[in-house]
C-alpha cells in the first residue's frame, strides 16, 4: 500500500472487460490505482469509486500525473501501428517498474493442446500482432508478466451471448475450446501485478467444451448450418494459478455461465 494518497501503485491501460474488473478488485482493497482512458466520462462510477482518469494521449490531464516507476496493467489489443506506437511512447515514457499484459491463447495458432511449455506458433496477422506486442514488452526496461489468456466471458460477454443471439459462435460445433471466466482474468492479474513472476503463461479454465454442449446448456437447438466440426484448442492453465498461488473462482463454465446470466438479469 502506497504511503500517501497521492502515490498511485498501479496505472491501467485498457478499462475494457478485463480491466474494469481489476479496477473494482483493486478499489475494493484499498489499493490506489489510476485508468488511461479515451472517454473519462464513460467511467463516472469507477471516479466515484476512487480510480483516478487520464485520458489516453494527454496522460497530463488526470486530477493527478500519473506516477512514474509504477505497476502497469496494458489489456489494449494490437492497433493499427500508428497509435500502438503512440500507446507505447506513453507507457515508456512513464518509466513502469513492472507491466502485466494481456495477450491471447491466439498466439500458439493451430495448436491442439497447450500448457506452459508450449511455443507460440502463430497462423494468421492477428496472433503475429500479438506475439509481436508481447515480444516488445519482454524486451522493456522493467520486469513483466504476459497472460495468454484463452476464450473471454463473463456477463455481456461470450459464446453464451452468441448462441442465444443466433449468432454464429466461434468454436461452433463440436470443436472444443478453452475459456476463461473474466472476474478470473482479473484475478490473474490482480495477483501478477504484485508478484516478481515473470515470461508468458496460458491462462484458462478446467473444462474445455464445445459451444454444442454450452448450446445444450442453454436449451439452444444449433441449427444443422452451425454444426460442424472445427480445430479447438486445449489450454491447460493450471501452472501459472501454482506459480501466483491463486485458485480460481470458476473452475468450470458449468458454474461460471450461471454467475453470468445470473448477473446480466440484475444488471
Not at 464445445?210 to 454444426?227: M, P, W, Y
Request: hydrophobic share 40%; charged share 20%; glycine share 10%.
Amino acid at each position: 500500500m502506497p504511503d500517501s494518497p497521492d502515490a498511485h501503485l498501479i496505472v491501467i491501460f485498457g478499462l475494457g472487460f478485463t480491466g474494469k474488473r481489476l479496477a473494482s478488485r483493486l478499489l475494493a482493497r484499498g489499493v490506489q490505482a489510476s485508468a488511461a482512458v479515451r472517454e473519462p466520462g464513460r467511467f463516472s462510477d469507477l471516479a466515484r469509486a476512487g480510480l483516478v482518469l487520464g485520458e489516453l494521449g494527454n496522460l497530463s490531464s488526470a486530477p493527478r500525473p500519473f506516477p512514474e516507476n509504477a505497476v502497469l496493467f496494458y489489456s489494449i489489443p494490437p492497433l493499427p501501428p500508428e497509435e500502438t506506437t503512440g500507446i507505447e511512447s506513453q507507457i515508456r515514457a512513464l518509466n513502469p517498474s513492472r507491466i502485466v499484459y494481456i495477450s491471447s491463447t491466439g498466439v500458439y495458432g493451430d495448436q491442439a493442446e497447450v500448457n506452459e511449455e508450449t511455443l507460440p506458433r502463430p497462423g494468421d496477422d492477428r496472433g503475429r500482432a500479438r506475439l509481436d506486442a508481447e515480444n516488445r514488452i519482454a524486451d522493456g526496461p522493467w520486469t513483466s508478466l504476459i497472460l495468454r489468456a484463452a476464450a473471454i466471458y463473463g456477463p455481456g460477454r461470450g459464446i453464451h451471448t452468441a448462441i442465444r443471439a443466433g449468432r454464429l459462435p466461434r468454436g461452433a460445433g463440436t470443436g472444443v475450446v478453452s475459456r476463461i471466466h473474466v472476474d478470473d482474468l482479473a484475478l490473474h492479474s490482480e495477483a501478477g501485478l504484485f508478484a516478481d513472476l515473470q515470461g508468458a503463461w496460458p491462462v484458462a479454465d478446467d473444462l474445455p467444451c464445445s459451444s454444442a454442449e454450452i448450446a445444450q446448456s442453454l436449451g439452444v437447438q444449433l441449427q444443422k448450418a452451425v454444426e460442424f466440426t472445427i480445430g479447438g484448442r486445449k489450454v491447460d492453465g493450471r501452472k501459472i494459478r501454482e506459480m501466483l498461488g491463486i485458485q480460481l473462482l470458476y473452475p468450470t463454465w458449468k458454474t461460471g455461465l450461471p454467475a453470468s446470466i445470473a448477473e446480466e438479469e440484475n444488471a
